[in-house]
């Protein structure tokens, strides 16, 4: 009895806690992985002589790390998701087989990026810059990620399998291990310490990869160590096309949901660059700041969805309503906190980053207009997880769909037209994340209102 009340923690333990206990380490896990964008922006804009155009390298390279993290991520909710439900209906064999199979897509996943690291990375990064200097730099930065990608491909597998079994501290622990392999090695391989090679950018890059391959080592050494629910072994690597389907049919809006962050951000420095650099290097500099915002609102999000998922399985209505009610409470309040934590710290932020007068004035209006949306990403963002752990991964797309693109490239392209005629005006461009968000919490609330209607109160308890 008393192990049958241990694996079953996420449909037994009171919600409120349940959800910090898990959150919390969910929530640290994802803000080191914004140390990943942020600690290499960092050392890299000090390069003497060249940090504010390796700054800019980095930020056109980034909507493709963006899309490899969104492949792994989206594979992995599909994975905890349904893993989570598996064990819920006390199916162990199908949690296993589903834990195989998304290791089977990681495999092919790698070989993707791999292929993209070898022949395309110069096509793309040509397609933002004309500048040589930044060019190289952006296309030696890119290429190492993409090629030694094992860690970003692999990584959000375990740490997924680890948090649909309750064990988020675990894959915690592996995501700082990572982080501060990474802080470490920065400076080491970018300024050339102790005897080591200056290596400038491609010094970021080999930090980086180094602390995503140990993330995934120890991710990997926990689940088999603590995973007992989930059996192991070359047989359950066998694809099956019926749990593939499944996966991605849970997994496939959140990929989407995802990437087109990285859409986003790719079309947002193509037009910023036709009003200036130094805009796509500020708005770069900002967006990576704001994912310690928002990335906490991604954890906490990501500790809802497999307790929904576990309790939807079985068919508990009451435990559901408790966790949207907390849920959506504890995203409040830290976007509420993110919200202040820029208003009032946006100028000692952005003068960590070696930038001119300019850009730096600029990364600092960024900041105070586009953190005042936060109060409404943090709902869409909790919206998202819910919808996705109820199997309404449609309705998640949409609002992905309206905060990321519908909403936000056209009012952008509109306002940049404005500010390419007076440079004052720039801050315009800001205010278009303001608009999509409140948009896109106002079509939020009409679905969650269905959702509650046609299948959370049908339920039996």
């Not at 070359?234 to 991605?248: C, D, V």
């Not at 461009?429 to 968000?437: D, G, K, Q, R, S």
Request: aromatic residues 10%.
């Amino acid at each position: 009895m008393k192990k049958e009340k241990t694996m079953n923690k996420m449909g037994t333990m009171p919600i409120n806690r349940l959800l910090l206990s898990t959150g919390i380490p969910m929530i640290l896990s994802m803000v080191l992985q914004a140390v990943y964008n942020i600690v290499d922006s960092a050392f890299v804009s000090n390069i003497k002589g060249t940090g504010e155009a390796a700054l800019n390298a980095l930020t056109l390279a980034f909507p493709i790390q963006m899309l490899m993290i969104a492949i792994g991520i989206g594979t992995g909710v599909g994975t905890n998701v349904l893993v989570a439900k598996s064990l819920g209906q006390k199916d162990p064999e199908k949690a296993s087989r589903t834990a195989g199979n998304a290791l089977f897509l990681s495999i092919i996943i790698y070989l993707v990026f791999l292929i993209f690291g070898i022949f395309g990375v110069r096509i793309y990064i040509t397609s933002q810059t004309s500048n040589p200097e930044i060019l190289e730099m952006a296309v030696d930065y890119l290429r190492i990620c993409s090629c030694a990608s094992i860690g970003i491909a692999f990584f959000p597998i375990f740490e997924k399998l680890l948090q649909s079994t309750g064990r988020s501290i675990l894959s915690t622990i592996a995501q700082i291990v990572g982080a501060v392999i990474n802080i470490i090695l920065d400076p080491i391989l970018i300024y050339g310490l102790w005897s080591f090679p200056k290596l400038s950018v491609k010094g970021a890059a080999y930090a980086t990869i180094i602390g995503q391959i140990a993330s995934f080592l120890l991710a990997w050494l926990f689940h088999l160590k603590y995973n007992k629910e989930i059996k192991n072994g070359i047989q359950y690597l066998k694809p099956s096309a019926r749990i593939i389907g499944q996966i991605y049919a849970i997994g496939l809006p959140a990929i989407i949901a995802q990437a087109l962050m990285s859409v986003m951000t790719y079309g947002l420095n193509v037009i910023l660059v036709k009003i200036d650099e130094s805009v796509v290097t500020a708005y770069g500099l900002f967006y990576k700041i704001q994912q310690f915002i928002l990335f906490a609102a991604f954890g906490l999000r990501d500790a809802i969805t497999p307790i929904i998922s576990f309790n939807h399985g079985m068919r508990c209505k009451l435990r559901i309503k408790d966790c949207i009610k907390c849920g959506m409470t504890y995203t409040l309040v830290i976007m509420i906190a993110g919200l202040l934590l820029l208003e009032v710290f946006a100028r000692p932020f952005s003068s960590a980053f070696g930038l001119s007068g300019q850009t730096q004035e600029l990364c600092i209006s960024a900041m105070r207009i586009i953190a005042i949306s936060f109060i409404f990403a943090g709902a869409n963002v909790t919206f998202q997880g819910i919808f996705q752990s109820l199997d309404k991964g449609i309705e998640s797309l949409i609002l992905s769909a309206c905060r990321q693109f519908i909403f936000v490239l056209p009012v952008a392209w509109g306002f940049s037209l404005i500010a390419r005629h007076s440079f004052d005006d720039t801050w315009l461009v800001w205010t278009t994340f303001l608009i999509a968000e409140f948009i896109t919490f106002l079509i939020g609330c009409i679905f969650m209102n269905n959702i509650k209607k046609k299948n959370i109160d049908l339920l039996e308890n």
